[in-house]
C-alpha cells in the first residue's frame, strides 16, 4: 500500500529507475533516444512495476498512449492508493515534460494527457505481442530484474 509512501521518496526512486535505464541504454549501443529516453518507455514502466511489487506499493503497467489523439503506444505505471490512481512517467521527458519523473494525479492538466488502453497482464502480453525488438522489456528481463533488485534493496538510502 502507498498511503505511506510520500512524493519525495517515490521521485528519488523514479530518478534512480531513470539513471539505471540510462546506464542499461548506453551498454546496449542506445536503443533509446539517449537525450529524453524515447522508445524506453515499456522498459522503464516494466521496472517502475517491478521495484514497486518489491517494496510493496500498489502498481499496475499501463499501455495506452499521451496526447489528445493516438499518435503511438506509451507504456507507464499506475500507483495506486486507496481507489485512487497516479501517473508515474519515467520516460516523461519524451513529450517535453520536466521534472525528470513524472508522477502526477490523472485529474490534474498533465495526467489528463495520459491515456490508457490496457492495464496489467493485458498489457504486459499485448507489450510482449508487438515487435519492439530492441524496446522491448521482454529483452532485457534478466537485467532489469537486477535492476529492480537492486533499487529496491537501496531504496530508503
Known sequence: RRGDVDRSYLHRIGLRIRR????????????FAAEHLGGGCAVGAWVSCRVFDLLSIENTFVLGFFGQEYDGDHCWTDVIEDSDCEVFDVTATQFGIRPQVSHTP?????????CGLL????????????????QSPMRYQKQLETIAQ????????
Not at 119 to 134: F, I, L, Y
Open 119 to 134: 492495464r496489467g497482464e493485458q498489457a504486459m502480453r499485448e507489450v510482449a505481442k508487438k515487435s519492439w525488438q530492441e
Open 150 to 157: 537492486r533499487i529496491a534493496e537501496n531504496a530508503h538510502r
Open 20 to 31: 539505471e535505464i540510462v546506464a542499461l541504454n548506453q551498454s546496449c549501443k542506445k536503443p
Open 106 to 114: 490523472y485529474h490534474s492538466p498533465l495526467g489528463k494527457r495520459y
